[in-house]
């Protein structure tokens, strides 16, 4: 399918261990989004990239979490230090390019737990 | 701050019922209103996007309004059968998605 995968999906760690997630978007889309879900709560917005500019990083929530895109290709989220309130879904999205227009499209995410 | 609520957290009503979730936002100034559905381990689904020019949007047992001014938007699901069970996410786009909690949806045979 040309759907956005995700990998792991599924990651158990101990606190204390860095963790890379890996999304693939949709070939062509040059927005990339990652959001994070805890547990009975809501998406929460993490970065996004838009082709070459400069991210924007204003939902991390912590100088722990940080992410990386090469290009219009695969990016990774990586996590420091894992805590436990750092366990969630970690659900990717792209979309032909950023904007209220654009409809994004999500992957099935990774599920994180921190033990 | 751009705050989304919806209600009711869960529901859980016998196949043919129709429904209605219920999705609100406390800043007008938005781009559009989406509704998405979210099954585990498989991701968001959008089900339907409403502009903030239009009133309402169909796809097939589904309709959703939008009442910006005072902030609402409802989706009507006619005739529930349990394939509809999942969890339901509304998202108003501002200079980004911001997702309300979900209502999750159990329709039993």
């Known amino acids: 399918g040309a759907g956005v995968s995700q990998s792991p999906s599924n990651k158990v760690t101990e606190k204390g261990k860095d963790v890379e997630l890996r999304c693939d978007p949709i070939s062509g889309h040059t927005a990339l989004y990652w959001y994070r879900q805890r547990l009975g709560q809501g998406l929460e917005f993490l970065i996004y990239f838009q082709g070459n500019s400069a991210p924007d990083k204003s939902g991390l929530p912590s100088d722990r979490f940080s992410a990386e895109r090469t290009g219009e290709s695969v990016s990774t989220l990586t996590i420091q230090r894992t805590q436990q309130e750092d366990s969630a879904v970690y659900l990717c999205?792209?979309?032909?390019?950023?904007?209220?227009?654009?409809?994004?499209?999500f992957g099935p995410g990774t599920r994180l737990t921190v033990t | 701050k751009q705050e989304v609520t919806q209600i009711p957290a869960a529901l859980s009503v016998p196949e043919g019922e129709n429904l209605v979730l219920n999705c609100s936002f406390t800043d007008s100034a938005i781009y559009n209103l989406q509704w998405f559905r979210q099954d585990p381990g498989k991701g968001l689904t959008s089900l339907l996007l409403i502009q903030s020019s239009q009133r309402e949007q169909t796809s097939g047992r589904l309709n959703a309004s939008l009442d910006k001014s005072s902030g609402r938007s409802t989706l009507y699901i006619a005739a529930s059968q349990p394939g509809d069970s999942a969890t339901y996410l509304c998202a108003v786009m501002t200079d980004k998605l911001i997702f309300g909690t979900g209502t999750r949806l159990q329709v039993f045979p």
């Open positions: 999205a792209s979309s032909l390019a950023s904007g209220a227009t654009y409809e994004q499209y």
